[in-house]
Nanobody
Framework: QVQLLESGGGLVQAGGSLRLSCAASGRTFSIYAMGWFRQAPGKEREFVAAISWTVGSTYYADSVQGRFTISRDYAKNTVYLQMNSLKPEDTAVYYC????????????????WGQGTQVTVSS
């Protein structure tokens, strides 16, 4: 099993920045990739970004491309999501996820999930 713990959410004004962190513990050697998803009120959870654990290849949703950056600290078993130029529509609960098989953009491709952290962007 892999446990994921997110941190770094909060309230920020439009145009501001936040950095989310996700620390992985447990059987971290089994992780192939990690990703971030988000779920806004009344909407389905959606893919935000993903990174392959060893190579570091990154993938982004079109809605965050150029504003968000995903990175990882291999030694600390931690993945980050740097969010810049935040917009009110970025308001959501952000979830960290890990997959054992391949980098993916769909929820079903991920095996482990964190509890989520709230990000609120005021206009």
């Amino acid at each position: 099993q892999v446990q994921l713990l997110e941190s770094g959410g909060g309230l920020v004004q439009a145009g501001g920045s936040l950095r989310l962190s996700c620390a992985a513990s447990g059987r971290t050697f089994s992780i192939y990739a990690m990703g971030w998803f988000r779920q806004a009120p009344g909407k389905e959870r959606e893919f935000v970004a993903a990174i392959s654990w060893t190579v570091g290849s990154t993938y982004y949703a079109d809605s965050v491309q150029g504003r968000f950056t995903i990175s990882r600290d291999y030694a600390k078993n931690t993945v980050y999501l740097q969010m810049n130029s935040l917009k009110p529509e970025d308001t959501a609960v952000y979830y960290c996820a890990a997959t054992r098989l391949r980098v993916g953009t769909r929820e079903y491709e991920y095996d482990y999930w964190g509890q989520g952290t709230q990000v609120t962007v005021s206009s």
